[in-house]
């Protein structure tokens, strides 16, 4: 089955004119993926990579009724594009931008959940359901369809995870990168909740960074919620506090989102903890064999 | 982005947050001339962007304007907590009859703006949180209501039962609201906000942190920042767009994307050397960016190795080669490097890079790291 995008998907690319639009559109469309509109306000009428243009996302989704989209849209404005495909009923955005400030983030959460619809990201790779769509920044060719669930706060450590398991010949169902903000649409339990719901995944791999608590509040989680087996991987062991590393979520403050504490709660619920990338094959290998 | 208390102090003057009259001075004269300006005891105050400044010693009481004097003589230009004392706030003093806590940040996992109150002013509001966590009264704001009088009412009431203090409390909590959601800011602090013996109410402390995400909006926030305090290639990596945090180590570590990047400084460590620094030198690592990552880490004097670790993706191997490439041949390097590249086209690009003198290959993140410590250490 796979969650959150699949060979159902019809997404609109907000942003579709600018360069990285553009650039993503021919990956995604090159991936299979049905992208059947673009938005660029102003820019309605053209044709992109032979997807057709539209001003706003409401006219856009009553000529394709596109059900899922993606943002590219430069940071200053992208708040009002994620406001956009919320008042057009899109129920899937995912939006890759980095650098939009956190209170536009608290307000845009807010009104996304109030709606009803559902944000991956900000500052995200995306997502992917190999052999379905791509719906995101990632390089398809590193994914393969198969059994593993994947949710991460990082893109390119994601990717190597994500090139180790294919190299070793374990598939992936869905690939989510819920972004490395501070205020994101989507937690590690909100993706880890449609992960223990979906047939196709049989166990979870999820990659967490310093900085907040969603990861301890995800080990309590997967502890008292979940069936299915999940592995973590946790980045910044070697992070010095009050520094922001590269991620504008990922910094220790106050003492709290260090990576020591939260390999600490992993453990303490018994959930294996890989010491690195490469390590995580291991520990999948040895739980797939363990649930048969 | 992190100011100096006096700034802080400043917004909330103009806000009219009731706050000890005070100065800034840069040499012990001015100290001095200042508190015999105010004619009573002043609270003399290094400032420095870190906390915990009164535990280590930069803060100190004077009654007369020579023990101000002397007080600056020893703390300006002195380091606290390794960081050098460029500047000294002169505070009137007050007398305290009760310290509280008041804060506004914003709450991660409830992806709510969230005011704090505690009647545990005065010491560090997170040892707070781990020892008395049930002395810290918190609300969460409604993001599209913002924060309301009555709220504020309510929440300054958990910390006196004196109508007229809980009036003045709430008064300062919406102020100090106004100025974060106005501001942009991921932190508003006043600890401690005292009541004295006479019954009035005085900020002690001012803390602002600026959200980095919306300075765009803010130009006149920009103009306080310090360039002078900031590692100057701290700095200057900004300016080409990488991200680097300079950190102890002699390893300097080149990878593209933050999580990465954190993930191969850990291997290092895990291989018993120390990374020199964060690096992410963003999407695509094309040879202008990789370039530029190399000057700052060959501007490191601690350095003694390069690991490079670049996960070719849409951006292909092969092209990352052909920048890396590039980038060496217009400099000087006489460190050895250990590059480990995966992804799309692998094999093409270390067909490229093989046999390039001062150049190792590494198949794996963990072989690179290992290589990178036996080369230090040998």
């Excluded at chain 1, 708040?79 to 400030?101: N, Q, R, S």
């Excluded at chain 1, 790779?125 to 190999?130: E, L, M, N, T």
């Excluded at chain 2, 992804?343 to 590494?362: C, D, P, Q």
Aim: hydrophobic share 40%; net charge neutral.
């Amino acid at each position: 089955m796979s969650i959150l995008v699949d060979s159902n998907t019809r997404l609109l690319v907000q942003g579709i004119t600018g360069r990285e639009g553009s650039f993503h559109t021919r990956q995604m469309l090159d991936y299979g993926t049905k992208v059947i509109a673009g938005v660029t306000p102003g820019k309605g009428g053209q044709q992109i990579e032979g997807v057709p243009v539209y001003d706003t996302v409401k006219e856009a989704v009553g000529d394709t009724a596109a059900n899922t989209s993606i943002i590219y849209v430069p940071a200053r404005f992208a708040t009002e594009a994620i406001y956009e495909a919320t008042d057009a009923g899109i129920k899937l955005i995912v939006c890759i931008t980095e650098g939009i400030p956190t209170l536009d983030m608290v307000k845009a959460c807010y009104y996304v959940k109030l709606k009803g619809s559902k944000l991956i990201g900000p500052n995200c790779a995306g997502v992917i359901s190999p052999g379905k769509a791509k719906v995101g920044i990632m390089p398809g060719s590193i994914h393969k369809e198969g059994n593993l669930g994947v949710v991460s706060r990082s893109g390119t450590l994601t990717y190597e995870v994500v090139y180790n398991l294919t190299k070793n010949d374990f598939g992936q169902s869905t690939c989510v990168s819920i972004g490395g903000d501070p205020v994101i649409g989507s937690s590690f339990i909100d993706i880890l909740e449609l992960f223990e719901e979906d047939s196709q995944t049989k166990a979870i791999i999820l990659i967490g960074e310093i900085g907040g608590t969603d990861e301890e509040e995800a080990a309590k989680f997967i502890h008292s919620k979940m069936r299915k087996p999940v592995i973590a991987l946790i980045a910044g062991k070697t992070a010095p506090p009050g520094k922001r590393m590269g991620h504008a979520g990922a910094i220790i403050s106050g003492g709290t989102g260090t990576a020591e504490e939260k390999i600490k709660t992993f453990q303490k619920f018994s959930i294996p903890v890989a010491d690195s990338p490469l390590q995580v094959v291991d520990l999948v290998s040895a739980v797939l064999d363990e649930s048969g | 982005m992190k100011i100096y208390e006096f700034q802080a102090y400043e917004i909330f003057i103009k806000r009219g947050i009731p706050s000890p009259w005070g100065e800034v001075a840069k040499t012990s004269e001015e100290v001095k001339k200042i508190a015999e300006k105010l004619g009573r005891p002043v609270v003399v105050k290094a400032q420095v962007l870190v906390g915990g400044r009164g535990k280590a010693g930069g803060i100190k009481l004077a009654s007369t304007p020579e023990e101000a004097y002397r007080a600056a003589e020893r703390i300006l230009n002195s380091k606290l907590k390794g960081i050098l004392v460029k500047r000294i706030f002169v505070k009137e003093s007050v007398s305290i009859k009760e310290e509280y806590y008041l804060g506004v940040t914003v709450d991660r996992a409830q992806k709510r703006v969230v005011v704090m109150v505690s009647p545990a002013g005065g010491i560090d509001i997170e040892e707070v949180a781990r020892t008395n966590p049930e002395k810290i009264f918190k609300f969460y704001v409604n993001p599209l209501l913002g924060f309301r009088s009555h709220q504020a009412d309510e929440l300054a009431s958990a910390l006196t039962k004196d109508k007229n203090l809980v009036k003045g409390i709430a008064k300062i909590l919406s102020d100090l609201y106004r100025i974060f959601e106005e501001m942009d800011c991921s932190l508003v602090e006043v600890n401690p906000l005292v009541i004295t013996k006479e019954g009035s109410l005085f900020a002690l402390d001012a803390k602002i942190i600026f959200d980095d995400n919306a300075l765009y909006r803010h130009p006149e926030i920009s103009s306080l920042r310090d360039l002078e305090v900031e590692d100057p290639l701290e700095v200057r990596a900004k300016e080409a767009g990488i991200s680097y945090v300079k950190l102890e180590g002699n390893i300097g570590c080149i990878v593209n994307g933050a999580g990465l990047a954190m993930a191969t400084m850990d291997l290092v460590k895990h291989y018993g050397a120390e990374p020199a620094n964060f690096l992410d030198v963003g999407g695509g690592a094309s040879s202008q960016q990789v370039g530029k990552a190399l000057d700052i880490i060959l501007s490191d004097e601690q350095v003694r190795a390069v690991l490079v670790n670049i996960f070719g993706g849409i951006t292909r191997c092969d092209i990352v080669a052909e920048g890396l490439i590039q980038a060496l041949s217009k400099r000087e390097m006489n460190l050895p490097l250990i590059i480990r590249l995966t992804g799309t086209n692998e094999e093409e690009g270390r067909k490229k890079l093989k046999g390039i003198k001062g150049i190792f290959l590494a198949a794996t993140m963990n072989e690179a790291a290992k290589k990178a410590m036996e080369v230090v250490k040998s």
